[in-house]
């Protein structure tokens, strides 16, 4: 290892795996039984989707049917599986780094540019030393665990976000935000309502570079400004998070 010292990693362990690997496919194969086992019965509702597979499934001799409806309900299990593993996120942190890893993906923040971390929901948050968010990461991982790792790095680790009495519930046209705050946050309403989170993330970094910090409650926006933004002075951030 370098010079950082002995990492500490958190994440889902063995026993996500054995539920990601051995449940969905289990769980998938019994539902696909149970699906070609009452093709006939669904294939004569009026309102299911796909009557016409099911009226095929129907026609075929029962142990084949049987045999094809685990197989398939298997194979999407696997999918899940795969899929689900791919989006565990793994939190290494050391003294001067913390790495967190998603779908190939890592993302490194520097301990000098934190000046605190916390769990929101279902999210990890560093915060910059201008207040802003270096780092946001949906996560199911054990606040408990984090909080551990962190602090026992000598990172800065709170318990609440130290701002969330800033936020202020976003409408169209309140005053106070940036020049072009305004239109990146209605656009980014509009792909929280239609459930694009890839197009939701991109807008909060847009608007993260305009001094504004975003957070959600269900289909709601609130917002606040981070410290430059509110000064006007420039950002005293030490270096930026890097993805690799």
Not at 119 to 136: C, F, S
């Amino acid at each position: 290892m370098d010079s950082y010292g002995t990492p500490t990693v958190v994440d889902g362990g063995t026993a996500e795996l054995a539920v990601l690997w051995g449940g969905f496919p289990v769980l998938g194969a019994g539902v696909g039984w149970l699906l070609a086992e009452g093709a006939g019965w669904i294939a004569e509702l009026p309102w299911a989707p796909a009557q016409g597979l099911f009226e095929l499934v129907d026609g075929l001799p029962e142990a084949q049917a049987s045999i094809g409806g685990v197989a398939v309900g298997m194979l999407g299990g696997l999918v899940i599986a795969a899929i689900g593993t791919a989006e565990r996120l793994t939190v290494t942190v050391d003294t001067e780094r913390a790495r967190l890893r998603r779908s190939g993906s890592t993302r490194e923040v520097r301990r000098r540019q934190v000046r605190a971390v916390f769990h929101d929901g279902k999210h990890l948050v560093l915060l910059g030393t201008d207040d802003d968010e270096v780092a946001r990461e949906k996560s199911d991982l054990s606040a408990e665990r984090l909080a551990a790792a962190f602090r026992g790095q000598g990172w800065p680790w709170t318990d609440t976000d130290p701002h969330r009495d800033a936020y202020r519930r976003w409408v169209p046209d309140l005053p106070g935000l940036p020049t072009g705050a305004d239109a990146l946050l209605r656009a980014r309403q509009r792909a929280l309502e239609k459930d694009k989170d890839g197009e939701a993330r991109e807008l909060r970094d847009e608007l993260a570079r305009t001094g504004v910090v975003v957070r959600d409650d269900r289909k709601r926006q609130y917002w606040r400004l981070t410290r430059s933004a509110v000064t006007g002075e420039p950002s005293d951030r030490d270096g930026e998070a890097s993805d690799r």
